[in-house]
Antibody, heavy 116, light 110 residues
C-alpha cells in the first residue's frame, strides 16, 4: 500500500533553515509528480510546491518562492523540502503528497514551528 | 485569503442532504477538474472525489458533486455522524501553475 512518511520537522527560529524529508513506499516513486502542501494550525490547506517525476522542473507558491527548494532522489524514493529564511507564517504541518492528475495520497505530515 | 471560496461551516441532521459550495474563476474551476478532500479531526486529508465526479475505491455513493461555470459543489446525502469533518475543494490553477484550495467547510452533524 502507498505510504508517505515525513520527517525533519521541529522548532526553528525566524530566519533559520530546516529540511523536511518524505520517504515513499508502496508505489513506483519515479513515475509520479510529488508535492508539498501545508496547513497552518487551525487553518486551511495551502499548496507549497510540486516537482515533476524526473525532478527536472518544479514550481512554487509565491509565498515561498526564492526561500524554499523542492528536490527528490528517485534512487532513494525520497522527497525533500529545503526551507530557508523561515518566517513565523511558515509555521504549519507540512504534508508530502503524491500526484496522479490530482493530489491523491497524503502522508501524516510533519510540524514545523518557527518562533519569532 | 484562499483562491477558492467556501463557506466556513455547514450542518445537518442524520439522514439529511447537505451541500457544500466552492467558488473560483475561469483560470481554475472553469478550466479544470475539481477535487474534494475530507479531513477528519487530527488526520491528514483524504481524497474524496476527483475529476469532478469520480470516487476512489471505498468512498460511498452518498457523496456526489456538480460543477457549473466557475462554481462547484459537494453533496452528501443520508448524512451520518462519521461525516463530521472539514471538506476542501481543490483545483489546478492555470495562471498560478499550481494547486489552489478552498478555505474549507466544517461540517457538523447535529
Amino acid at each position: 500500500q502507498v505510504q508517505l512518511v515525513e520527517s525533519g520537522g521541529g522548532l526553528v527560529k525566524a530566519g533559520g533553515s530546516l529540511r523536511v524529508s518524505c520517504a515513499a513506499s508502496g508505489f513506483t516513486f519515479s513515475d509520479y509528480y510529488m508535492s508539498w502542501i501545508r496547513q497552518a494550525p487551525g487553518k486551511g490547506l495551502e499548496w507549497v510546491s510540486y516537482i515533476t517525476s524526473n525532478g527536472n522542473y518544479a514550481n512554487y507558491a509565491d509565498s515561498v518562492k526564492g526561500r524554499f527548494t523542492i528536490s527528490r532522489d528517485n534512487a532513494k524514493n525520497s522527497l525533500y523540502l529545503q526551507m530557508n529564511s523561515l518566517r513565523a507564517e511558515d509555521t504549519a504541518v507540512y504534508y508530502c503528497v503524491r500526484e496522479l492528475g490530482r493530489p491523491d495520497y497524503w502522508g501524516q505530515g510533519t510540524l514545523v514551528t518557527v518562533s519569532s | 485569503q484562499s483562491v477558492l471560496t467556501q463557506l466556513p461551516s455547514a450542518s445537518g441532521t442524520p439522514g439529511q442532504r447537505v451541500t457544500i459550495s466552492c467558488s473560483g474563476s475561469s483560470s481554475n474551476i472553469r478550466s479544470n477538474a475539481v477535487n474534494w478532500y475530507q479531513q477528519l479531526p487530527g488526520m491528514a486529508p483524504k481524497l474524496l472525489i476527483y475529476g469532478n465526479d469520480q470516487r476512489p475505491s471505498g468512498v460511498p455513493d452518498r457523496f456526489s458533486t456538480s460543477k457549473s461555470g466557475t462554481s462547484a459543489s459537494l453533496a452528501i446525502s443520508g448524512l451520518q455522524s462519521e461525516d463530521e469533518a472539514d471538506y476542501y475543494c481543490a483545483v489546478w490553477d492555470d495562471s498560478l501553475n499550481g494547486w489552489v484550495f478552498g478555505g474549507g467547510t466544517k461540517l457538523t452533524v447535529l
